[in-house]
């Protein structure tokens, strides 16, 4: 089976995890004060904070960023349900957005209509490793980008997705182009805001001892660092393999798929290579179709106001298109030539 995706792991992890495993230094040490200023410094910012996982990162940005109950979180309707659920568990409510048609993510204008006076922070997501449009700093909001999906990915003027907004947060799960099994880092300019959220990751500690508002557990592993220290070594070659496939791919099915569009200029992750099936196709044949071929698609991703957490009135057609036609195809660095060519046969027999 060619699977949706597989993290790309070599002899260098290994070797650096069983190094801190040997040293007895195993939590928020030496490596994962290395991982999170590259992380940092790869978002061209200044400040970056690693925390267990990317909804971690979610909820202690909006967290910092005031976020609390009364409040109204503007939120992409179109994704996994972690910056929904983040706002969600602060008490705040939240305001889903529908998605460009092309690009499946926000714009700035689609954030302005949806606004409202309670309306106290937005999050914009590079969906799927996709950068977001330029011009959100015209958004008059406190903005978190939600770049779980865009380690690497370059918006159209080149800067780096992570460097939008207050804060930026990114996810390093298994199914993301760099991972450390489970971790997220918070990167921002603001020194700040980057003090509050070291604090906010360890039980509330602005120093040893010193608890100055109630706080949870959120540290990383130093097995983790490590991981993400050699992982992100390896970065720009796992970027463009996916890149190389991602094309390859995209150029051999475009007869038959609908991708998700890039704005001018930028440069996506392929964390996810996504795609429409034609409105002839039945999804569910198709995915069970490909399985039986040896080719593991999977479905693209969740519309929020269908998930039955996150109320909302009223349709949201782009996001309702797109997740009941968006099938997701496999895409990992190290897959084979021969291998993307029997997912492009597959495809093109089954559509
Ligand atoms: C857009 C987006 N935001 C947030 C997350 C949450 O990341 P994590 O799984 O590390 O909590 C994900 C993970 O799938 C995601 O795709």
């Known amino acids: 089976m060619i699977p949706l995706t597989r ?3 070599e002899d260098a992890e290994v070797a650096a995890v069983a190094s801190v495993l040997r040293s007895g230094m195993l939590v928020q040490g030496r490596a994962v004060a290395a991982f999170e200023a590259s992380v940092a410094d790869r978002c061209g910012r ?3 904070v690693a925390v267990s996982s990317g909804t971690a990162a979610i909820v202690l940005s909006l967290q910092a960023l005031g976020v609390g109950p009364g409040d109204e979180v503007l939120v992409p309707a179109l994704t996994w349900p972690s910056p929904a659920h983040a706002a969600r568990c602060l008490g705040a409510t939240v305001r889903l957005v529908d998605v460009d048609p092309l690009e499946w993510n926000v714009t ?6 949806a606004r409202t006076p309670r309306t106290k922070a937005a999050v914009v ?6 950068p977001l449009r330029q011009g959100f700093e015209a958004v008059e909001l406190p903005l978190l980008e939600d770049a779980a999906c865009a380690l690497g990915a370059l918006f159209g003027d080149g800067r780096p997705c992570g460097s939008l907004g207050a804060a930026a947060c990114l996810s390093f799960h298994p199914r993301k182009v760099l991972t450390t099994g489970e971790g997220g880092v918070v990167v921002t300019d603001d020194p700040a805001f980057a003090e509050e959220l070291r604090a906010a990751r360890n039980h509330g500690q602005s120093a040893p001892g010193v608890f100055t508002a109630p706080g949870v557990n959120h540290r990383l592993t130093e097995m983790q660092g490590a991981l993400g220290c050699a992982q992100i070594e390896r970065l720009n070659e796992a970027l463009r393999r996916r890149r190389r496939h991602a094309e390859a791919l995209m150029d051999a099915l475009a007869d038959r798929l609908t991708f998700q569009a890039s704005p001018p200029g930028a440069q996506p992750s392929y964390q996810t290579l996504g795609a429409l099936l034609p409105a002839s196709v039945d999804r569910e044949e ?4 490909c399985r039986a071929r040896g080719v593991q698609c999977g479905r693209l991703s969740y519309g929020l106001h269908q998930v039955g ?3 909302h009135e009223g349709a949201l057609p782009v996001t309702e298109r797109v997740v009941a036609r968006g099938v997701a195809l496999p895409l990992f660095p190290q897959m084979s030539d021969e291998q993307r060519a029997q997912v492009v046969a597959v495809v093109r027999e089954l559509t």
């Open 7 to 9: 993290p790309w792991i």
């Open 46 to 48: 200044p400040h970056g």
């Open 108 to 113: 700035p204008a689609l954030l302005q209509a």
């Open 125 to 130: 997501i590079d969906q799927f490793g996709n």
């Open 286 to 289: 198709f995915l069970a179709a």
């Open 309 to 311: 957490t996150v109320p």
